[in-house]
């Protein structure tokens, strides 16, 4: 028989029924998802609801799946100054809000211990700028993009700014 053979009530009566755990069954996906590489709390949770898990499931998948969170956030951060050139503010933005991560024990552990030089980031940062605006643009117009759009602080833009060929 097809599902639609079936009344809500029917349906909702033999899953509510069937002594299932449906706990651990997000709790086995979220395993499965936590594989994935550059893991996040968001992209576990959001794989779970497009699962169909209940809120209270997620929850207790991420609550219990055995995931070093630090390490995850670490690896994240990594990422995003690799390939997307961020600032440690930007990228702090991104892992606690993109990426779900705790503020203080992972967004912060991850930046300070990432191994991540935030001068080079802003260097390659500028470098993709340069490419990008005309052959008469100033060096106070690129710290400018570097300041107030990219969020690098003046330590990292002068370092940028001095090595950019």
Do not use: C
């Not at 935030?118 to 060096?139: C, M």
């Amino acid at each position: 028989m097809l599902e639609e053979d079936f009344s809500d009530e029917a349906i909702n009566y033999a899953l509510s029924n069937a002594g299932i755990d449906w706990k651990q069954n997000a709790l086995e996906k979220a395993k499965d998802y936590a594989k994935t590489p550059l893991v996040s709390r968001y992209f576990i949770s959001g794989k779970l609801y497009q699962d169909r898990f209940h809120p209270s499931e997620v929850k207790f998948a991420l609550d219990n799946v055995d995931v070093d969170w630090k390490k995850a956030a670490i690896e994240k951060a990594k990422d995003y100054a690799k390939n997307d050139h961020l600032s440690r503010s930007k990228t702090e933005f991104n892992l606690q809000n993109l990426d779900g991560f705790e503020p203080e024990e992972e967004v912060k552990y991850a930046v300070e211990n990432s191994g991540i030089n935030w001068k080079e980031v802003a260097l390659e940062r500028a470098k993709e700028h340069k490419q990008g605006l005309s052959d008469s643009y100033t060096a106070s117009e690129l710290r400018e993009i570097l300041k107030s759009s990219d969020k690098f602080g003046d330590e990292e833009i002068q370092y940028a700014l001095d090595n950019l060929q």
